[in-house]
């Protein structure tokens, strides 16, 4: 039987008869009709208010700018998009203020005259009895037609736009692009409550990537409840009530088209040579939509070479038509498609055309440094935006992952992402995902070999030159609604270092030629020379020249030749002839120094998570043939105290009570024979396992020992830390508290169950862990009497604190030109002292790379504008989109899904978004995460408290209570009006960072707090309290300093490394103070210790701003870290 879902009688999918169903099918149609008229009716009641509201907003200059787009008839996924151009009536043209005027007049006479009547009509008393309002209902036809006449005016002056924007696109060279579909409105003429909903289930759909199935089942469910909602009373449906349910559509592809959410793009086909890799756009032939490719590769790689002929594509099937369809592919997004996405929301073209050098010393971001403030544009000029016209600078990052995730034993997957961001943007905003670009995603399984990833980056190049001269005019920006020319520009590649080299053209940094930045080679140079002032740098005139041979070679072998003599290869890159190949190729900070130089050295140097290796012998010791008549055990014991004794006396026999307990383990005959061959017999004359033992010893230390560096002092290369002290270490990292935005890292260090760390967890390791529990280990007045693996102990932190410091300086969120050449003092301290400290380590790339950051500081600014961490975090959301794991389809999968996922992020943004969708940015904003409005603030942020609670107006005064008497006294104290009630909130929000109370969180109640004309302190927040003064609410903070260190009580280890800007305090806290949000500087990280048997606490400032002012070290407090990763 079927099911019935009629409106008439309410049915909600019940099973009837046939002749039931076809009854209630009639029915229902019938009172359809009778719904439409009455919504008729309806209609043209309200004709007269409608066009006394038109005709009062109504002017030539303003109502009368643009077409009219006409009201869609239908149910919304069958409606057309087209807008309705009526023709020109050449009559308005003589007087159309003077028929306005008298429209107007006509109209006011016509509702003074009928409003009195209106008020008091009712319903018709009998079937005869006539409509009384017919006279009127005919003058404001008139009025209507009239008026329809005067609407002509907007076409006419839509055309002559239209004419102008034609001259101004004749009178320049640059190409032209339609951007109109980036101005169009989502959903017109839908109700509100039909909006929300399609809106849910997109989300649902583009975000939670919920299957069609669970979003029809959502649609029927939405409409089931609003149905529900709808007939609580009992009554049954009106006319619009069952107008509104069926406007909700059931089938969600349809919705989704109707957003708009799907890039522009490109689908080339791709060589499946693994060792061509060429792409080929599609054609067309006439008006078909059927792309077509060549059938064989035609890619030749080197001029005297035949072509590749790989077969290009295979036939396919649809329906009854077969179709050649590529067999590998490669989907490339449009850049200028993607450049007039952002230049249709509001406030943005704003922002892009504001971003310039600000400061001549202090560098905030990367418009502060010295490559785009001399940058110049085609026409000579600085590369800032002007009135005429937008200037853009943009980076790029090429990177390969695992679809897989790692997850899937055996998947050895890989796949390339091309992606681009928008440097002109503020960081705030600037690696949002509506605001990057992904260019296209490589194709796998396996990562392009050398210089075929150029087939790739040619249609984003392609783009590029374009962009550059003459420039790309759009037709239409949101601030510039007849059109604007947008020039674009590539500024720098941010990659990891085998990406880099594979985009740039470089060799690997295996090969001779190793550096992209210098002409230093391993044969020659090594990768541990550190005399810079040697260094001669490449120059981008004969990088172009190498790279241009290299791709002119004949064949093979001459490419080959030309390649080995320079290192340089040609790349897509040298298309763009104002880019930079030498000073453009950044080294990437996050690589270089966290998962570079931090990881090697408290892993490879200090030997964190490696097995200790076998000590070679220090000491040559041999024994005659052991006797037949000694026991098992006895021999054993033999062999095994020879093998200590060869030994580094500081690793086996560390101090004399160790050895003799280790030595009385063995029995005494082992013993007695092992001093019978050293010719040390004890003189007692009973000697027990103590004097046998004793006399090993002492022959013991009076050898002289050949070792390599660091086995006299168990410090060796690798292995300085020991077992016990890795046990030290790990229980002061689990003791350290920290705020929740800095990483956390594994209570198990050096152990690999916790698995392989990230960039952001060595950063924690390496600036915050680490260096506190090796001062407080390995620090002190080191003296003569001292051992010598203190001494040396010492000398190893030194040369440690000298790579922190180097760390801190160079990745500091504002930087100055002393910050870069402190930097390159720390390096070159830290890797000379590498050098003496451990002769046998070899140097690696990355040592030679780091010196080399320093120039970049000064060209690009602070890392944060130049470092793949957002570039990462693109990969993992990519990475997380849902694919059928089919290799050749799963690349588009994911490419088309993220960029969906982009626009719908950047929907909420445009004017064309419906007002119900941008009002619910909030709820949508929980859903994806941090969400921002359209526009930064701009002035002081305000804070606002992360309670959900029912308070969240701030009007229920039910959740306010009287303060504690500990609470007013402390208002008191500090001098603040005491207010009688508050509210108790555990955590807010204050500059994007989180701060709570200790109860709620110790770690982001640890802050430093700036009191006037006062060194700032460190405090803990007790309480946070939320007060009304007069129409506005206020939030204080209740917190408690930490009282400073007793003068003379100890000598404060930590101040050695001022870079460090960490320092000893009394871990016993003062009375309560109340400050307000402003005065927090930043969290701190706090370590508790016990020092001469007082509990102390080591506090170290998580600001992530340090500034070199003039020869003294100082940090800036006034920064959010939420930012850095």
């Given at each position: 039987m079927p099911r019935c879902f009629c409106l008439s009688h309410g049915c909600s999918g019940e099973s009837l008869t046939q002749r039931l169903y076809a009854k209630h099918q009639r029915e229902d149609k019938t009172r359809r009709v009778d719904e439409a008229l009455l919504r008729a009716e309806r209609a043209c009641q309200g004709q007269d208010d409608a066009i006394s509201d038109y005709i009062g907003s109504l002017t030539l200059s303003d109502g009368v700018t643009g077409g009219v787009e006409d009201a869609a008839a239908g149910r919304i996924w069958c409606r057309s998009e087209g807008r309705h151009q009526p023709a020109v009536n050449p009559s308005l043209a003589d007087g159309p203020l003077d028929i306005l005027c008298q429209i107007e007049h006509d109209l006011s006479a016509l509702l003074a005259a009928t409003r009195p009547q209106m008020a008091h009509l009712n319903g018709p008393s009998s079937a005869e009895h006539l409509f009384p309002l017919k006279a009127a209902m005919s003058q404001a036809r008139g009025i209507q037609d009239r008026l329809a006449a005067v609407h002509k005016l907007n076409a006419s002056h839509t055309r002559w736009t239209e004419g102008l924007k034609m001259f101004a696109m004749k009178s320049n060279t640059s190409l032209t692009y339609e951007n109109d579909r980036h101005h169009h409105r989502i959903l017109p003429g839908v109700h509100a409550i039909v909006q929300a909903c399609i809106f849910t289930m997109v989300a649902f759909q583009v975000i939670l990537h919920t299957s069609r199935r669970g979003c029809h089942f959502l649609l029927e469910m939405m409409r089931y409840i609003i149905q529900l909602t709808i007939m609580r009373s009992g009554a049954l449906l009106s006319a619009h009530d069952a107008a509104l349910l069926a406007d909700i559509p059931m089938d969600p592809a349809s919705v989704l088209r109707k957003f708009h959410l799907e890039s522009v793009e490109t689908v080339y086909a791709v060589c499946p040579n693994a060792k061509c890799h060429k792409t080929y756009a599609p054609k067309f032939s006439g008006k078909s939509p059927i792309p077509v490719y060549p059938k064989h590769c035609e890619h030749r790689r080197y001029r005297n070479v035949a072509a590749c002929g790989t077969r290009l594509t295979r036939p396919r099937s649809f329906g009854q038509k077969v179709v050649e369809v590529p067999i590998k592919r490669f989907v490339s997004f449009s850049f200028k498609d993607y450049v007039g996405n952002l230049v249709s929301r509001p406030g943005y073209e704003d922002l892009l055309d504001d971003h310039c050098g600000k400061s001549l010393d202090l560098m905030s971001d990367i418009g502060d440094g010295d490559f785009l403030r001399d940058f110049k544009g085609p026409d000579g000029t600085t590369f800032g935006s002007t009135s005429e016209e937008g200037r853009y600078a943009f980076s790029l990052c090429v990177d390969f992952f695992n679809p897989f995730s790692n997850r899937q034993a055996g998947q050895k997957y890989s796949v390339g992402i091309v992606s681009v961001a928008c440097l002109n943007l503020p960081p705030s905003l600037r690696y949002k995902p509506e605001n990057m670009f992904l260019a296209g995603i490589i194709p796998g399984p396996n990562e392009p070999p050398t210089d075929t990833i150029n087939h790739y980056l040619c249609p984003l190049v392609d783009d590029l030159v374009d962009f550059w001269d003459p420039g790309i005019w759009y037709t239409k920006t949101h601030d510039h609604p007849d059109g604007r020319l947008i020039r674009c520009a590539l500024a720098l590649v941010v990659c990891d270092l085998p990406a880099?080299?594979?985009?740039?053209?470089?060799?690997?940094?295996?090969?001779?030629?190793?550096?992209?930045?210098?002409?230093?080679?391993?044969?020659?140079?090594?990768?541990?020379?550190?005399?810079?002032?040697?260094?001669?740098?490449?120059?981008?005139?004969?990088?172009?020249?190498?790279?241009?041979?290299?791709?002119?070679?004949?064949?093979?072998?001459?490419?080959?030749?030309?390649?080995?003599?320079?290192?340089?290869?040609?790349?897509?890159?040298?298309?763009?002839?104002?880019?930079?190949?030498?000073?453009?190729?950044?080294?990437?900070s996050m690589h270089n120094l966290f998962l570079g130089l931090v990881k090697e050295h408290f892993t490879a140097i200090l030997g964190i998570g490696?097995?200790?290796?076998?000590?070679?012998?220090?000491?040559?010791?041999?024994?005659?043939?052991?006797?037949?008549?000694?026991?098992?055990?006895?021999?054993?014991?033999?062999?095994?105290?020879?093998?200590?004794?060869?030994?580094?006396?500081?690793?086996?026999?560390?101090?004399?009570?160790?050895?003799?307990?280790?030595?009385?383990?063995?029995?005494?005959?082992?013993?007695?024979?092992?001093?019978r061959e050293l010719g040390c017999l004890p003189s007692q004359a009973k000697p027990t396992k103590e004097h046998f033992a004793g006399r090993i010893l002492d022959w013991r230390y009076q050898q002289n020992e050949i070792y390599d560096a660091g086995a006299d002092s168990a410090t060796k290369l690798g292995s300085v830390i020991s077992v016990k002290e890795l046990t030290k270490i790990r229980n002061n990292v689990g003791q350290i508290s920290t705020p929740s935005w800095v990483a956390s890292v594994p209570a198990n260090l050096g152990s690999a169950a916790h698995g392989k760390l990230k960039a952001d967890q060595w950063r924690a390791l390496g600036t915050i862990h680490l260096p506190l529990a090796l001062i407080s280990m390995w620090f002190g007045d080191v003296s003569i009497e001292d051992s010598v693996r203190a001494r040396r102990c010492r000398s190893i932190l030194d040369v440690t604190m000298e790579l922190v410091s180097a760390v801190i300086v160079g990745t500091s969120r504002s930087v100055t030109r002393r910050n870069a050449n402190q930097y390159h003092h720390h390096m070159v301290r830290y890797l000379s002292g590498v050098k003496q400290l451990f002769p046998s380590y070899r140097l690696h790339p990355n040592h030679h790379l780091a010196l080399h950051l320093d120039e970049f500081l000064l060209r690009f600014g602070p890392v944060h504008g130049w470092w793949t961490f957002p570039f990462e975090r693109m990969i993992g959301a990519v990475q997380r989109m849902p694919h059928n794991g089919k290799a050749g389809v799963l690349e588009t999968t994911i490419g088309n899904s993220y960029t969906r996922s982009a626009n719908l992020r950047a929907l909420i943004l445009k004017p064309g978004c419906p007002e119900?969708?941008?009002?619910?940015?909030?709820?949508?904003?929980?859903?994806?995460?941090?969400?921002?409005?359209?526009?930064?603030?701009?002035?002081?942020?305000?804070?606002?408290?992360?309670?959900?609670?029912?308070?969240?107006?701030?009007?229920?005064?039910?959740?306010?209570?009287?303060?504690?008497?500990?609470?007013?006294?402390?208002?008191?104290?500090?001098?603040?009006?005491?207010?009688?009630?508050?509210?108790?909130?555990?955590?807010?929000s204050f500059m994007g960072v989180t701060y709570s109370t200790s109860s709620k969180h110790h770690g982001n109640s640890c802050v430093l707090i700036a009191r006037a004309n006062q060194k700032i302190v460190p405090a803990q927040i007790e309480h946070i309290v939320k007060v009304l003064r007069g129409d506005t609410f206020a939030v204080y903070l209740a917190v408690r300093p930490f009282k400073p260190m007793p003068p003379g009580f100890h000598r404060d280890p930590f101040m050695a490394y001022p870079c460090l800007q960490?320092?000893?305090?009394?871990?016993?806290?003062?009375?309560?103070?109340?400050?307000?949000?402003?005065?927090?500087?930043?969290?701190?990280?706090?370590?508790?210790?016990?020092?001469?048997?007082?509990?102390?606490?080591?506090?170290?400032?998580?600001?992530?701003?340090?500034?070199?002012?003039?020869?003294?070290?100082?940090?800036?407090?006034?920064?959010?870290?939420?930012?850095?990763?």
């Open positions: 880099a080299r594979k985009t740039a053209g470089y060799a690997a940094a295996s090969h001779e030629h190793f550096c992209s930045l210098c002409h230093c080679t391993r044969s020659h140079h090594g990768y541990g020379n550190i005399e810079t002032d040697t260094w001669v740098r490449r120059t981008n005139k004969e990088c172009r020249m190498d790279a241009e041979a290299y791709h002119q070679a004949a064949d093979e072998g001459i490419m080959l030749d030309q390649f080995n003599k320079t290192g340089i290869r040609w790349s897509e890159l040298t298309r763009l002839l104002y880019f930079d190949m030498v000073r453009c190729v950044v080294i990437d490696k097995k200790a290796p076998a000590e070679k012998p220090v000491l040559a010791v041999t024994f005659k043939l052991i006797p037949g008549s000694y026991s098992d055990k006895a021999a054993k014991g033999i062999e095994t105290i020879r093998t200590w004794l060869e030994e580094p006396v500081a690793v086996r026999f560390p101090c004399r009570d160790l050895g003799l307990k280790r030595l009385m383990r063995f029995n005494l005959e082992a013993l007695t024979f092992v001093c119900v969708i941008r009002h619910s940015k909030a709820i949508f904003g929980k859903l994806i995460g941090s969400f921002s409005g359209n526009l930064p603030s701009t002035g002081m942020p305000s804070a606002e408290d992360e309670d959900d609670g029912p308070d969240a107006d701030g009007l229920n005064q039910d959740c306010y209570l009287d303060l504690s008497d500990d609470l007013c006294q402390a208002f008191r104290k500090s001098h603040i009006d005491c207010p009688s009630q508050g509210r108790y909130i555990p955590s807010l960490a320092e000893l305090w009394d871990a016993e806290l003062g009375d309560a103070e109340i400050i307000l949000p402003s005065q927090v500087a930043c969290h701190f990280a706090c370590l508790p210790t016990t020092i001469n048997q007082k509990q102390m606490a080591v506090c170290l400032s998580l600001s992530r701003n340090f500034l070199i002012e003039g020869q003294a070290a100082g940090a800036v407090q006034d920064q959010a870290p939420y930012m850095d990763l």
